[in-house]
């Protein structure tokens, strides 16, 4: 049962307005204000992922990523400091695999790391985030890699896993996007340049 307080808020309103929806509210804005904030929002992730997108290009010209990963360098860094910096890897490489794996975790990017045969960095892997993907590397493909760092290098087709490989050169390094079913970037690789 409605207890006194808010009926008489109710009738009030009607009185004043004419009407239950109250002063000044109308059926047919509403979804159009639902849709301006999902729009709105769709906005934000996508600027977020452009924001990814060319931290990722600018770090990449040093032989390094953004985040995490920041300070360690291709070529430079060894397994250790990996380590020091991430910790124990909860995917080790073994014999089969090559690269230590980092998942992506609530706030944190996942990343993988291989390495040359003295322990120093050979490549790193970025996955970007799982939750909210649409505000990382789930709003970026091709067509805004072209908009936002113009025409690739290269481009690869991997035919064993039906992924396109989008490759820029960033001076003694190169930034591979690959892209994969759903046309949007599954992970970018971070290498030395051949």
Do not use: C, W
């Amino acid at each position: 049962m409605l207890s006194k307080k808010p009926a008489a808020r109710m009738v009030s309103a009607v009185i004043l307005t004419g009407s239950l929806l109250g002063a000044g509210a109308s059926l047919p804005t509403e979804p159009v204000e639902a849709a301006s904030t999902m729009d709105s929002a769709s906005g934000i992730a996508k600027e977020h992922a452009l924001t990814t997108l060319h931290e990722i290009y600018n770090k990449a010209f040093s032989g390094e990523m953004p985040y995490t990963a920041m300070g360690l360098k291709i070529n430079e860094n060894t397994q250790k400091e990996v380590y020091e910096t991430f910790g124990s890897p909860p995917e080790p490489g073994n014999t089969d695999e090559i690269f230590d794996y980092y998942h992506a975790e609530m706030g944190h990017p996942g990343f993988a790391f291989a390495y040359n045969a003295d322990k120093t960095i050979s490549q790193i892997r970025y996955f970007g985030t799982n939750v909210e993907r649409d505000h990382n590397l789930g709003s970026i493909t091709p067509k805004v890699l072209g908009n936002q760092l113009g025409s690739a290098d290269e481009i690869r087709h991997m035919s064993s896993t039906n992924e396109i490989n989008y490759i820029y050169k960033t001076g003694n390094y190169e930034l591979q996007f690959i892209v994969g079913k759903d046309q949007t970037v599954d992970h970018i690789n971070l290498l030395e340049a051949k």
